[in-house]
């Protein structure tokens, strides 16, 4: 599943950071958030064996949900991400290297970017989406004047910092969505208890939505 086919058909705009999962947990995790109607799933390549997760989630969920990876950071990664299955590729910095071999390879990258210059970087190596990050420090308003140089096709997803508290902000700003780490999944984290958070950044989505 991709990105564009889950926003087309009116998931919400948000990404499930699960940094630190485990494989013995990913998949119990990975059904709580889809049931509760998030549908875009990162494992981070700095949790204990993230290929292994990421295939598990896109064995079990990859038909309804777009899996991926983040903290790339080099094209062996990249690589090996693309051998699991998973469809997304993110990253916390803007590596020309990296993205086009995400390209090559039929995933979709979400590289980090802070300045224009990175963004435009990214995108001339094949971007269509980037990500903000860390979104937190620079804030909404840094966001609208990025986006008025920016080309009009490529989106913005704002990380780090982001809830269902600010959601609302950011999307007023201009993102496509945003991704949620910490204050989604931290380790240990039990299935209920991420099923109950997913549950009420949908409900801040959908408010905000309607607002």
Do not use: C
Request: net charge negative; charged share 20%.
């Amino acid at each position: 599943m991709t990105v564009d086919d889950l926003l087309a058909s009116g998931t919400a705009p948000i990404v499930a950071i699960l940094r630190g999962v485990t494989p013995d947990a990913v998949v119990a995790i990975g059904d709580a958030l889809v049931e509760a109607g998030i549908r875009l799933i990162e494992v981070p390549f700095n949790s204990p064996d993230p290929t292994t997760s990421i295939r598990m989630l896109q064995d079990r969920l990859g038909d309804r949900a777009a899996i991926g990876g983040g903290t790339v950071l080099d094209v062996a990664a990249v690589e090996a991400l693309a051998a699991t299955g998973g469809t997304i590729m993110v990253t916390p910095n803007t590596n020309p290297a990296v993205i086009a071999r995400s390209v090559e390879l039929g995933l979709e990258p979400m590289p980090g970017f802070v300045t224009p210059s990175e963004a435009f970087q990214a995108i001339a190596a094949g971007a269509r989406r980037l990500k903000l990050f860390p979104a937190v420090a620079l804030g909404p308003a840094y966001l609208k004047a990025v986006r008025e140089v920016l080309p009009k096709h490529v989106r913005v997803w704002a990380v780090g910092g982001t809830g269902a508290d600010n959601l609302a902000e950011w999307l007023a700003a201009g993102v496509e969505g945003i991704g949620v780490g910490g204050a989604l999944y931290k380790p240990g984290d039990g299935a209920a208890v991420v099923g109950e958070r997913a549950r009420a950044l949908v409900a801040a989505w959908q408010a905000a939505r309607t607002a």
